[in-house]
């Protein structure tokens, strides 16, 4: 099989790396990057069996001064610009403790880069792009390779031929997502509060959804749930006009966000939920699904705010802080 470059940057990397014998692996980030290190967390948790692997903020990951942290850790940092101040710290202090350290971003050359050294993979942007060069992908790849050098197995193989199998699927997805997103945008553009739930790793994409797109893009406060939480305080704020986009993955943790689909299709009509279960995966191995499921649900609701954008008209691009005043 002809792999894209990026595939082959991934490869490069772990090839420096494969006779390591890592105990933990971290993943840090800030902010939109930290949520494509939910998943390759997922995926670590529920296949390693001697490896141990944690997201961490990059600043909290350094004020916490992590015991465990040494020659044996494996340090995988994400800052898309690679100029997220406490990210390039965090990379410098990964080296300073002995940890291999893997840096990510869009562009070479970046202060991120420099303070991690040489293993270092570039990604593309994840609307253009095909699945195996987005971030995503490259975590996904990157955390395969390294637990495949440890335990054996097939799964840097099976993951990219998942993520080059994904790219017609996506493709397919987004066409058909388009009437939706429209409905979406014209019912909640006046909204001022807008909630988002999902449980494993899906829930990083409610995490990115309110946190980036909704609050920071759009100025709408925003909430994201964990529908395994939803129950325990939550759910009271639900009312009949209640807008909630609700995320539906194919994890494991699905059951979760079933249930709170159920509550919120009974006491709300304004619920917006994304089924990944509706999605033909045509010959993509069945225990990746879930996984590609992530990359779609994440151009979904990048979907919705494009259009919700054109709504409001309210550019996605427009701040009142970030990047314009000191912080």
């Known amino acids: 099989m002809e792999y894209p470059s990026v595939v082959a940057d991934v490869k490069a990397v772990l090839k420096k790396i494969e006779n390591r014998k890592f105990k933990n692996m971290y993943l840090i980030a800030c902010g939109g990057s930290s949520a ?7 995926f670590i948790d529920t296949n390693a069996k001697s490896l141990t692997c944690e997201y961490l903020n990059a600043n909290e990951f350094i004020y916490r001064n992590q015991a465990a942290l040494c020659d ?9 610009e690679g100029k997220t101040p406490e990210t390039v710290a965090a990379a410098k202090y990964s080296r300073d403790r002995g940890a291999a350290v893997i840096t990510i971003a869009m562009k070479d050359d970046t202060p991120l880069q420099k303070a991690g050294g040489e293993l ?5 942007y994840y609307m253009t792009c095909k699945p195996a060069e987005t971030s995503y992908g490259v975590m996904f790849m990157l955390t395969a390779g390294i637990l495949q050098a440890l335990e054996g197995g097939t799964y840097f193989d099976d993951m990219v031929d998942s993520l080059i199998k994904l790219e017609p699927v996506m493709g397919k997805a987004k066409l058909d997502f388009e009437p939706f997103a429209a409905d979406f945008a014209d019912k909640c553009k006046d909204n001022n509060i807008i909630y988002s739930l999902a449980s494993g790793m899906n829930y990083s994409q409610a995490y990115v959804l309110c946190n980036c797109y909704l609050m920071e893009m759009q100025w709408i406060n925003a909430i994201p749930i964990h529908a395994g939480e939803f129950f325990h305080g939550p759910f009271e704020i639900i009312e009949k006009g209640s807008p909630v986009v609700m995320l539906m993955g194919m994890d494991r943790t699905r059951y979760l966000e079933e249930r709170a689909a159920k509550f919120l299709n009974k006491y709300t009509d304004r619920a917006f939920i994304l089924d990944m279960a509706a999605i033909n995966y045509g010959d993509i191995k069945k225990e990746y699904i879930a996984y590609m499921a992530v990359l779609i649900l ?4 990048r979907m919705l705010m494009q259009k919700l954008s054109v709504s409001r ?4 691009d427009i701040r009142r802080y970030m ?5």
Do not use: K, W
């Not at 994440?298 to 609701?301: K, L």
């Open 323 to 327: 990047h314009l005043v000191e912080y």
């Open 36 to 42: 494509l290190m939910y998943p390759s967390q997922y």
């Open 120 to 124: 270092f993979v570039r990604y593309g």
């Open 72 to 80: 044996d850790s494996v340090v995988i940092l994400c800052s898309q």
């Open 298 to 301: 994440n151009n979904e609701c």
């Open 313 to 316: 008209n309210h550019d996605l």
